[in-house]
């Protein structure tokens, strides 16, 4: 309809600029009889594109003008006294409306009839914006215990799917943050999916979501994330490795306990080198001797002066207990 208006009103123009035009030549007492056809025809082919040119430009500004109008209905205040209007603008043509709607059923989720929140949700949760996907995945991630059971789910294997990394980001941020509520099954596999994801900033969130809830991940599969996690080429991920062996080590059978050990003790970032030094700290007499040996050496003579300082602490904090083990190390420090 509004695109209609705007046609109408471009038309009117049309009709008034011709008629202005052809207004000009007479006053001027250019009579178009007493021109040749070659003169008539230049001089209409220069007043059409004017007038084309000039119907552009208005159009733009007109369609524009429209778009702020229909934009400015769109107000939290306005729409939660009128839920029914805001399943009118989900529907809009313009992705930014629909944003805008997502971004009112986050902000106003509670005030919202459950039945017009859930429907709009499911809606715009397959919305071809992904921009507007992802706000939805953030109200999703931040309210899931109140949403319905079967919703909720759905959405949540579209977030582990979708195409766009923000939204799978925020998939990661569902299950680690409503790690209980996500059936064990969806969750053990949206994040064995989402910890091989091919973006580095998915994988990282994966790999958080699991290090919040790694007392409650099944032993098999804190090994394979270990082993994965161990090679990954982000920081964050293979911190998260770290992480693992600090958090769980008497889960981790000892095969893949040293190979982790021994690979990240040596990682080129000083950040995962660091949690080692923890792991050794906390874990020391559960580590085999020759592998603890040379581990703490290779981390008293890191070229990272905050991980050899750090190493310290492996001397510090368990010489008395363990002089015998230790006494031969205090020379590095």
């Given amino acids: 309809m509004e695109k209609f208006q705007t046609s109408k009103r471009c038309a009117f123009a049309l009709g008034i600029l011709y008629a202005v035009s052809f207004i000009y030549v007479f006053v001027f007492d250019i ?10 025809a230049a001089y209409l082919f220069i007043i059409t594109l004017a007038v084309i040119s000039f119907l552009v430009i208005l159009e733009e500004l007109l369609q524009k003008r429209d778009k702020e109008r229909h934009y400015e209905k769109l107000s939290p205040e306005k729409v939660i006294k009128r839920p029914g209007l805001l399943k009118i603008f989900a529907d809009d043509q313009d992705t930014s409306v629909r944003a805008k709607v997502a971004v009112i059923v986050g902000e106003k989720f509670d005030e919202l009839p459950v039945e017009t929140r859930e429907e709009l ?4 949760s397959e919305d071809d914006g992904w921009g507007v996907r992802g706000k939805i995945s953030e109200t999703v991630a931040e309210k899931f215990g109140s949403l319905n059971k079967e919703l909720r789910e759905k ?12 939204v799978r980001c925020n998939a990661s941020k569902v299950i680690g943050e409503n790690f209980f509520l996500v059936p064990k099954k969806m969750r053990e596999e949206s994040l064995e999916k989402l910890a091989e994801d091919s973006n580095n900033a998915v994988r990282e969130w994966a790999a958080e979501a699991i290090r919040w809830n790694i007392g409650e991940i099944p032993p098999s599969m804190k090994v394979r994330f270990l082993r994965t996690f161990s090679e990954d080429k982000s920081p964050s991920v293979r911190s998260a490795a770290a992480v693992i062996l600090f958090k769980s080590f008497g889960n981790i059978p000892d095969r893949p306990m040293e190979e982790a050990l021994r690979k990240l003790s040596g990682d080129s970032h000083p950040s995962v080198r660091v949690i080692i030094v923890d792991v050794i700290v ?7 001797k020759n592998l603890r040996e040379e581990i703490i050496l290779k981390l008293l003579n890191d070229t990272n002066p905050s991980v050899k300082e750090k190493a310290g602490e492996i001397i510090s904090k368990n010489l ?14």
Avoid: E, R
């Avoid at 949700?121 to 715009?124: H, T, W």
């Avoid at 906390?282 to 085999?288: A, E, G, T, Y």
């Fill in 31 to 40: 009579q178009i009889g007493k021109m040749n056809p070659s003169t008539i």
């Fill in 121 to 124: 949700m499911s809606f715009l």
């Fill in 155 to 166: 959405m949540l294997i579209s977030f582990v799917n979708d195409g766009d990394m923000d």
């Fill in 282 to 288: 906390k874990h020391f007499k559960q580590i085999p």
């Fill in 320 to 333: 008395d207990k363990y002089p015998g083990d230790l006494k031969k190390f205090t020379k590095y420090l």
